[in-house]
């Protein structure tokens, strides 16, 4: 269930494809259809290698394993060192993601037959567990990309003493309030916790303020929050213009920072994301969303209220019960 401090991850999902058109839902969660509408943003992302859905859709191909292939062939010194990342268009939680390098090309017994393969069987895979709604596959599309690495060249200096890590932003209603700032590593980390660099809040619930360090944070902090509050505006604006695009009251905006040739690039945007827990440090944000709903039930906007009748039924609840 869901309250002012956590939310069943089940249960957001319920309300959020309810009260949000599929197809907006679906397009969001796509990181195929993500390319389209972050360009359409002027929103820099990584360009994929190859990317195909289970079914041609605009300019996006069906899956082709030939054209896997002449993509991987096309890319020399890439192929050279398998610096690339095989994933999934559809799922969340760092399932079918397949990041490589030379190292685990070589020690995981990687060719280049097994990763069309792997590709193949990630396209054949059914949709959103999750939801359990007999329509969904009239607008979910399941799909693959192989993109490049964000990496930095080993002949290039570090952006900053950080090196690359991904910024990871809670937005409500447009305005980013919280951040969990995390290590990208060079493998995958099979069953270990992905180093944690910093986690921020906003001074103030309000586009434009500073950021500062939780109270439980880490000694890479202060650098993170240099970095953060330096590019705190431009951080605004593009989440601004994901919210206002969708009409979305809650999402994650994942940014890659770190390569000084690529500078900042969008990895994805997550609907919902960064769900309320006793450890994921987004609960001020949660209880934020709760009083905007509160305040501005009466009003119009152009934000869908995804799970407006589940809030205000909560906050009167508990209006009654405190009386």
Same mark, same amino acid.
């Given at each position: 269930m869901c309250g002012y401090t956590k939310c069943s991850t089940a249960l957001r999902m319920k309300l959020q494809w309810a009260r949000l058109q599929r197809q907006t839902m679906l397009l969001m969660e796509n990181k195929i259809f993500a390319q389209d509408y972050l360009k359409a943003l002027n929103l820099p992302t990584i360009k994929p290698i190859y990317a195909a859905l289970r079914r041609a859709t605009g300019e996006w191909p069906s899956f082709s394993e030939?054209?896997? =292939? /002449? &993509? !991987? !062939? @096309? !890319?020399? #010194?890439?192929r050279q060192t398998h610096s690339y990342v095989l994933k999934a268009a559809t799922d969340g939680g760092g399932n079918n993601v397949y990041p490589f390098n030379s190292s685990v090309w070589v020690s995981q017994g990687w060719t280049t037959q097994r990763l069309i393969e792997t590709a193949r069987s990630i396209v054949a895979q059914p949709g959103l567990r999750t939801i359990k709604e007999n329509s969904r596959g009239q607008f979910e599309q399941t799909g693959v990309l192989l993109v490049p690495r964000y990496d930095i060249d080993p002949e290039l200096p570090a952006e900053t003493m950080l090196g690359v890590a991904e910024l990871k932003f809670t937005t409500v209603f447009g305005v980013p309030l919280v951040a969990r700032v995390v290590k990208v590593c060079s493998e995958k980390q099979h069953g270990r916790t992905i180093p944690t660099l910093a986690k921020l809040e906003r001074? =103030? #619930? /309000? /586009? @434009? $303020?500073l950021w500062k360090c939780m109270k439980v944070s880490l000694e890479t902090c202060t650098q993170v929050l240099a970095l953060v509050n330096d590019n705190r505006h431009l951080i605004d604006r593009w989440a601004m213009r994901v919210a206002l695009f969708f009409g979305a009251d809650w999402f994650r905006l994942d940014i890659m920072t770190g390569n000084p040739l690529l500078g900042w690039r969008v990895n994805e945007i997550t609907y919902p994301g960064g769900i309320p827990s006793v450890h994921s440090g987004t609960a001020a944000a949660w209880k934020v969303l709760l009083q905007q709903y509160q305040t501005q039930a009466q009003t119009g906007g152009v934000f869908r209220r995804v799970a407006e009748s589940f809030v205000l039924k909560r906050i009167a609840d508990s $209006?009654? &019960?405190a009386m």
């Open positions: 030939t054209q896997v =292939n /002449a &993509s !991987l !062939l @096309g !890319l020399d #010194p890439v001074e =103030n #619930p /309000a /586009a @434009g $303020t $209006t009654r &019960s």
